[in-house]
């Protein structure tokens, strides 16, 4: 077992963690924290996708060892008192949410993409995205959600 | 599904030095840095790649042969030391851990080897980039590594470190044998890459895949080519997804170099680059595809490098 100390949505927790353990099992297992969805597993479909030091990585590829000292943010941490991020707003006025399951990677994908670049062209956008499936194949809406993000940047 | 790695230790390091003491001491060891290529091998090693199985030790080959003891990993990815990228003189010194996105966004690499910056662009996704390091696709040895045919133009050298034999410098088609193997040592440790940068140089990358994202190349070109009036003065041609380990394809080098560009010589490239491929893999499933295509991307990347010099129209 190894001791990490981690930062999850602005909260410091101190974990002892097998060496083999992924990041996206102590957030969903240990932490409670199950709005991270896991798809394939392997990092190819983004569903897992959470902020690390303010990177997008696939949470099923990361080993939580290699977290101590990071700062984490995931789905949850987007709306800490329940009140959604305009992000989220955004998505639900476009419709950008059918079945929902790949909707926690897309929010963290797009707010690691709005937080460096606040105003992204169109296909930084689908760049940024390009590592998330949606099954339900409801691109175009999440396109658009986010895109209604960056027109009102400042 | 909580999944547990066949993972026994992972060794957090906090100096090459000691890493490298860490190899020494354990020769069946791994270094780990990003792990989009090492933890996707371990778990499709412990119980297929897609689905979690607890219990499931069997893989896909039924078991045989797959190494299913917990493997020891040491963790050089929070190494300052090795993430490092900078202009020495003429040359590009670049750490192994730095991340791809890094590479891709480096103003250095755009400067020097604009086709590793589009190379590196075009790997996985964005969350791919974020973990994924140069010396991980280095070291990962696959024959579709994206940055492996832009090493290779730029040729790059490998700076291999170990505790007992100092350091060591190899080529990028010595170090990668084939596909998936390298000829590091155990107790060796990629710590950084350098490429000839140096200007002048036309440079073209093309990769063909079946999506543009998030999918294994088909096919790859990198061309570079310097021109004296409308000679080739010097050119180099790499392909990947192509052959078993990184090279220059000098037959379709030499079709080009010395003589004035003309677009048949382009196409003459082409067609021996395609030549070179089957003569070196044989007569292949992919072929019917590979052969005409590759000839194809050939012609193009070296036309796009002489329309780049004003020789040619852009090749659509």
Redesign the interface.
Known sequence: MARVTLTVNDRQVTLDVHPGERLVDTLRDRLGLTGTKEGCGVGECGACTVVVDGDAVNSCLVLTVQCDGAAILTVEGLAPAGQLSRLQRAFLEHGAVQCGFCTPGMLMSATALLARNPRPTREEIRAALAGNLCRCTGYEQIVQAVEAVANEAE | ??????????Y?TSSVDDALAFLAEHPGARP?AG??DL??EL??RWGG??V?KPGGAQGADGGGGADLS?AS?L?I??LPELRDIRADGRKLVIGACARV?EVASSPQVAAAAPTLAQAAGSV?????R??ATLGGNIMNASPAADSLPALAVHEAVCVLRSQRGGERRLRLGELVTGPYCTCARPDELLVAVELEGGSGWRQSYMRLGRR???TIARLIVAVLMRFEGSTVADVRISAGAAFPSPRRIEPAERALLGAPFSRAAAREAGEAAAEEMVRVCGIRWSTRYKQPVLAALVERAVRQCAAKEGLDEWPE
């Open positions: 599904m909580s999944i547990r790695m066949p993972i026994a230790e992972v957090r780990l792990g989009t933890l996707v778990r499709t790649p897609l979690g917990p990993l963790d990815s929070g996105a996985g996704s964005v969350q791919i974020n973990r543009q994202a998030m």
